[in-house]
């Protein structure tokens, strides 16, 4: 009735013409979607497969049925909230989690209870026997007014397929408060965090394989005995870990000075058993400590680093994500078993570079047949001479 009211008012045409092309286009993308929208098996998929690094051509088309803020992560991640979401392919349902940089999606309204959206890249992390989807990239289509299909719990339906005469039993899953997610509840105050708690199953902290520590994939234990964790498996969603790698690369050590101030700065890239790097980066305090104890080919464990996405403007490494070695970080030096190799390569064939995506780096192994003089040449940018 107000909308009705409003389209009246003859002092408000333009404001009414406005309105009900917005309302007639929110209609229109509400309703575009079925369930036959929705991939088939995407949610068993999903689970079966341990990153989309397994299928590049995976893209799933799946619907969000409930998003949860539950608030930051451990203290330091400077209040970054993290969203709890289900995840619906029509038939079944899996609970997942946003990775932080996807956060701002959900604050301005992007991403919604009900949004149709496309999985470009995730992480599988099973906790406590339980499939938790890291959600990594994803493509937004659009949004629709329901809930598509009967999902149920596929933690529950196993490989039986939908059960209808579950689907009632299933849904207080994602329905069981008043927590859905809505543009006006973004922001609201958070009453408890399930993740935090030192009962909830979910939390990184419990884990049956690994006596409470976060997933571990076996490799072995250290000196110490504490289990190592493959570089593979890591992911920003684990308070405790501890990885055994080789120093392949160190930087040289490089200093800024701003209006924020001044620092300095160095990176390491760690190679583990399993054949993935990861880049480790140190500041200020922490340059002196352990610039000259990481030397290149010792092996060390490592644990207690701040774990993050990569950026891969500044990043070759393997992992998609890299760590910052600060305070709660500790290094030790430990056995050379021969386990890790010196160097990891991925050689792409001169004929194939063709049809790699610009701005990758690429292994080449190559004999060079010509060396050209050194020439030079002017600028166009700046009018400066170069060397080439």
């Given amino acids: 009735s107000n909308l009705i009211a409003k389209l009246s008012r003859p002092d408000r045409k333009t404001q009414e013409n406005k309105f009900a092309i917005h309302f007639n286009i929110e209609y229109k993308e509400k309703m575009s979607f079925s369930e036959a929208s929705l991939t088939k098996d995407a949610i068993s998929t999903l689970v079966n497969m341990q990153s989309a690094s397994a299928d590049r051509s995976f893209e799933p088309t799946i619907q969000i049925l409930n998003l949860k803020n539950v608030g930051p992560g451990k203290a330091g991640q400077e209040g970054q909230d993290r969203w709890r979401v289900i995840l619906s392919d029509g038939v079944h349902f899996v609970q997942g989690m946003l990775a932080t940089q996807l956060s701002a999606l959900v604050e301005d309204g992007q991403l919604q209870q009900f949004s149709m959206i496309k999985i470009q890249d995730f992480m599988n992390n099973k906790i406590q026997d339980r499939n938790i989807i890291i959600i990594l990239r994803i493509d937004i289509l659009g949004t629709t007014d329901r809930k598509l299909g009967n999902p149920v719990d596929l933690q529950k339906a196993g490989n039986a397929g939908p059960n209808p005469a579950s689907a009632s039993a299933a849904a207080p899953m994602y329905n069981r408060t008043n927590t859905a997610h809505t543009p006006a509840a ?122 993050k996405v990569a950026n891969i403007k500044w990043n070759t490494c393997k992992s998609q994500y890299e760590m910052t070695l600060d305070a709660g970080a500790e290094i030790k030096l430990a056995d050379d078993e021969g386990e890790i190799k010196s160097q990891s390569f991925d050689f792409t064939k001169i004929g194939d570079l063709e049809q790699v995506e610009t701005g990758k780096v690429v292994d080449v192994i190559a004999i060079v047949q010509e060396i050209s003089d050194v020439q030079s040449i002017m600028s166009k940018k700046n009018g400066k001479e170069m060397h080439k």
């Fill in 186 to 307: 973004i922001g609201s105050p958070v009453k408890s965090n399930p993740y935090a708690s030192p009962r909830n199953p979910y939390s990184p902290e419990k884990n049956r394989s690994s006596g409470g520590r976060a997933p571990i994939v076996a490799q072995g234990n250290s000196p110490g005995g504490t289990p190592i964790t493959l570089i593979s498996q890591l992911n920003m969603y684990q308070n405790r870990w501890t990885i055994k790698a080789r120093v392949v690369t160190k930087s040289d050590i490089r200093t800024w000075s701003n209006a924020k101030g001044e620092g300095s700065l160095f990176s390491v890239e760690l190679l583990d058993s399993s054949g993935m790097d990861i880049k480790a980066t140190m500041f200020k305090d922490y340059v002196d400590k352990y610039y000259n104890f990481l030397q290149v080919g010792n092996v060390y464990t490592i644990s207690g680093g701040k774990i």
